[in-house]
């Protein structure tokens, strides 16, 4: 059987200047494959803009392993347009990802698959003893209890690189910007069943972490994208309406306020910034009332019966109908 006819699992990894682990890391994914013997597999390799050898590495044991594939992107894209790109490649019925820096530990991928054979549809890791320095481990804890209030998705570990998932999954996901630290609140919104597993970190050995100020920042921008696309991304006149008439009403009660200190204190108004306040105020909730209808107009123009039927997780038998027999017949007889 050739490698392309039994591949059920797709493990993805995206790197940035990881020459030193990428071998070492080809071994123990290996290594726990052969406690799955029934389970073919193929590892994808993304190199992410390396500026170092990563890509003549990739290249190397690409060649001197058929189930090792290795992509390389025009130059540095981030994490998420790395994992989009293997996502496309992949031909596993499941993908594993995991990151190049062996932080993360292949042993546990088994244990992770094990849980999507019990019915999860993705499964996030959890590194409950984490090897990363103080400084690395409190603003993750901060960010991770924000996206639970956000999302809703109560899970330790949002940001853990090593995941397994049904491959459908990551295809319905959105992966841009720094969207693949929400890939579960993601696929919890769109309604898949989420799990989290507490796995095995490993502290770095080689190379330098990625992760500075400024993705925490972006993180964050891209938490209020979530949070918008996820609960208000099919009803988008509910955000910017509630918004729009909130700002409205707070605008009427303030020239509420004005018109009665005109008319019973005879009291100038034309001069006081509190007006201005007022009349910005109402103007501004209805250009946010009519953004929100218009954005439904546009999501209503583009929805199609497609999109509805991805919803769906499963189905019962349908009996085919009479009409169907008649259609049968009569295109067996042409």
Same mark, same amino acid.
């Given at each position: 059987? %050739?490698?392309?006819?039994?591949?059920?699992? %797709?493990?993805?990894?995206?790197?940035?200047?990881? /020459?030193?682990?990428?071998?070492?890391?080809?071994?123990?994914? /290996?290594?726990? !494959?052969?406690?799955?013997? $029934?389970?073919? #597999?193929?590892?994808? !390799?993304? $190199?992410?803009? %390396?500026? $170092?050898?990563?890509?003549?590495?990739?290249?190397?044991?690409?060649?001197?392993n058929p189930r090792v594939r290795a992509l390389r992107l025009r130059r540095n894209f981030g994490k998420a347009a790395a994992l989009a790109a293997a996502v496309d490649e992949a031909r596993g019925e499941r993908i594993v990802t995991m990151d190049a820096d062996l932080q993360d530990d292949p042993a546990e991928v088994p244990r992770l698959l094990a849980e999507l054979d019990d019915g999860a549809?993705?499964?996030?890791?959890? =590194?409950?003893?984490?090897?990363?320095?103080?400084? =690395? +481990?409190?603003? %993750?804890?901060? !960010?991770?209890?924000?996206?639970?209030?956000?999302?809703? &998705? =109560?899970?330790?570990?949002?940001?853990?690189?090593?995941?397994?998932?049904?491959t459908e999954v990551y295809r319905r996901v959105p992966l841009y910007g720094e969207l693949h630290r929400y890939i579960p609140a993601l696929a919890h919104q769109t309604g898949y069943q989420v799990r989290e597993l507490a796995v095995n970190h490993r502290a770095r050995e080689h190379g330098k972490s990625k992760y500075g100020f400024e993705r925490y920042v972006r993180?964050?921008?891209?938490?209020?994208?979530?949070?918008?696309?996820?609960? #208000?991304? +099919?009803?988008?006149?509910h955000l910017f309406g509630g918004i729009g008439l909130l700002s409205a009403f707070i605008g009427f009660l303030v020239l509420a #306020?004005?018109?009665?200190v005109k008319i019973f204190g005879g009291e100038a108004i034309g001069d006081r910034p509190?007006?201005?306040?007022?009349?910005?105020?109402v103007i501004l909730g209805v250009q946010l009332i009519s953004i929100g209808l218009i954005?439904?107009?546009? &999501?209503?123009?583009?929805?199609?019966? +497609?999109?509805?039927?991805? &919803?769906?997780?499963? +189905?019962?038998?349908? /009996?085919?109908?009479?009409?169907?027999?008649?259609?049968?017949?009569e295109k067996v007889g042409a």
């Open positions: 059987m %050739s490698i392309e006819q039994d591949i059920d699992v %797709s493990v993805l990894i995206p790197a940035k200047d990881e /020459e030193e682990t990428l071998a070492t890391l080809v071994g123990e994914i /290996e290594a726990a !494959f052969a406690t799955l013997p $029934d389970t073919g #597999y193929e590892v994808i !390799f993304v $190199d992410d803009g %390396s500026t $170092d050898t990563t890509w003549q590495v990739m290249t190397r044991l690409a060649a001197e549809d993705l499964v996030s890791g959890h =590194k409950a003893d984490r090897k990363d320095p103080l400084g =690395k +481990r409190i603003p %993750s804890k901060f !960010f991770n209890m924000m996206t639970n209030v956000m999302t809703g &998705l =109560k899970i330790n570990d949002h940001n853990c690189g090593l995941k397994a998932a049904r993180g964050a921008i891209d938490l209020l994208t979530v949070m918008t696309i996820t609960k #208000y991304g +099919r009803r988008p006149a #306020y004005l018109t009665v509190l007006l201005m306040l007022g009349i910005l105020l954005a439904e107009i546009v &999501l209503h123009r583009t929805a199609n019966r +497609r999109e509805a039927t991805d &919803l769906i997780r499963e +189905r019962t038998p349908v /009996e085919p109908t009479a009409r169907d027999a008649a259609v049968t017949v």
